[in-house]
């Protein structure tokens, strides 16, 4: 599905990743470990196309997409959900989810009828502002806004941040079903080493801008796993 080849990018003239190369198959989800500011953010945000690439290839399905811009990249099937949800506050939940739809060129009625299918807990809210809905409301609506636009790949930055157990644990079921049933797949960016162990297949370890090693998901399951590449660090992201 995708493959992202020798990828480097940055902030002004800093760089942060450093030729970064790794696939994403259809259905499988990719999980991706490191220290805070080790450039996990950065490769989502490079991937979705709101950094540009400084040299290295983004492949959606064989095709090229590195120089095309956010637009069409959600439009060719990329699905983004940002660190902090990111929802329009001021507009209510049908609002964000029909933006969503609209976005990516789908009908906004369809949409939606899908998303409360998948997000039955959001039918009682689509009246509501975003900016009265909790955490972890926002969360949902976040991650139904995205898939509104009927994405082939959703990219996931830290989605259990600030959100109570049991959302995290809705958030993980609906993610493993779309999986199965639409072959949905995910690249997830996460310190809940938990929801990561529930949800990736393999583990990609980033350090300083570069994937060190892979972990297959036994060795997830690896106690020092959390202590090695989940504490410390400031993050520039």
């Known amino acids: 599905m995708m493959q992202v080849e020798g990828l480097f990018a940055?902030?002004?003239?800093?760089?942060?990743?450093?030729?970064?190369?790794?696939?994403v198959a259809a259905g499988e989800c990719v999980g991706v470990l490191g220290h805070n500011g080790m450039g996990?953010?950065?490769l989502l945000r490079t991937i979705v196309g709101l950094l540009p690439a400084w040299r290295g290839r983004i492949l959606l399905d064989g095709k090229s997409v590195e120089h095309q811009s956010a637009h069409r990249r959600a439009r060719a099937g990329i699905?983004?959900?940002?660190?902090?949800r990111q929802i329009f506050p001021g507009l209510t939940a049908?609002?964000?989810?029909?933006?969503?739809?609209?976005?990516?060129?789908?009908?906004?009625?369809?949409?939606?009828?899908?998303?409360?299918?998948?997000?039955?807990?959001?039918?009682?809210?689509?009246?509501?502002a975003g900016l009265a809905l909790s955490?972890?409301?926002?969360?949902?609506?976040?991650?139904?806004r995205a898939?509104?636009?009927?994405?082939?790949?959703?990219?996931?930055?830290?989605?259990?941040?600030?959100?109570?157990?049991?959302?995290?644990?809705?958030?993980?079921d609906r993610?493993?079903?779309l999986r199965r049933r639409r072959g949905l797949g995910v690249l997830l960016v996460e310190q809940n080493l938990q929801f990561i162990r529930a949800l990736a297949d393999r583990v990609l370890l980033i350090h300083r801008?570069?994937?060190?090693?892979?972990?297959?998901r036994d060795a997830i399951a690896d106690p020092a796993l959390e202590q090695e590449f989940i504490s410390g660090g400031a993050d520039p992201q």
């Open 10 to 23: 940055g902030y002004g003239r800093i760089g942060v990743l450093d030729g970064v190369t790794f696939n």
């Open 40 to 42: 996990k953010s950065t």
């Open 79 to 84: 699905g983004y959900v940002p660190q902090g």
């Open 94 to 128: 049908r609002e964000n989810l029909q933006f969503g739809a609209l976005a990516k060129g789908r009908n906004p009625a369809e949409a939606q009828a899908e998303a409360i299918a998948e997000f039955p807990e959001l039918e009682r809210l689509l009246d509501r």
């Open 135 to 144: 955490g972890g409301e926002q969360q949902l609506l976040a991650l139904a």
């Open 147 to 172: 898939l509104a636009g009927a994405p082939r790949l959703l990219l996931l930055d830290e989605p259990t941040e600030g959100i109570q157990p049991s959302i995290v644990a809705a958030i993980c």
């Open 175 to 177: 993610i493993s079903d």
């Open 209 to 216: 801008g570069r994937i060190l090693r892979e972990l297959d």
